[in-house]
Nanobody, 125 residues
Framework: KLVESGGGSVEAGGSLSLTCEAR????????MGWFRQAPGKEREAVAA???????????YYGDSVKGRFTISKDRFKGTLILQMNSLKPEDTAMYYC?????????????????WGQGTQVTVSS
């Protein structure tokens, strides 16, 4: 089970930190990521981090968030974190935490087996 928290409303230029609590197979999965979906748009990949050595491996980002967002894992708390800085109105969306047990491109939704319920992020101009 994946449970997101930390969403909210913020003005453009502000920051938010999203947290995803994970247990069991989800936390042990090969890759965990964040996706988002704005009204009327398809769900898109935001960032992902692979398990790697000692639990933290390579991370990847969508072009629209590179340099502004940072994905990380707190191995002691069993949480996935998305630090979002310099937020823009176009970042407004429902943000979802996801995990996939096997390989495949990090940005491909179909490879992710587990999904959270989402947390809303709203950025005003």
């Amino acid at each position: 089970k994946l449970v997101e928290s930390g969403g909210g409303s913020v003005e453009a230029g502000g920051s938010l930190s999203l947290t995803c609590e994970a247990r069991g197979a989800e936390w042990a999965s090969s890759c965990m990521g964040w996706f988002r979906q704005a009204p009327g748009k398809e769900r898109e990949a935001v960032a992902a981090i692979y398990k790697g050595y000692q639990g933290v491996g390579e991370s990847y980002y969508g072009d629209s968030v590179k340099g502004r967002f940072t994905i990380s894992k707190d191995r002691f708390k069993g949480t996935l974190i998305l630090q979002m800085n310099s937020l823009k109105p176009e970042d407004t969306a429902m943000y979802y935490c996801a995990a996939k047990p096997y390989g495949g491109a990090w940005e491909t939704l179909a490879f992710y087996e587990w999904w959270g319920q989402g947390t809303q992020v709203t950025v005003s101009s």
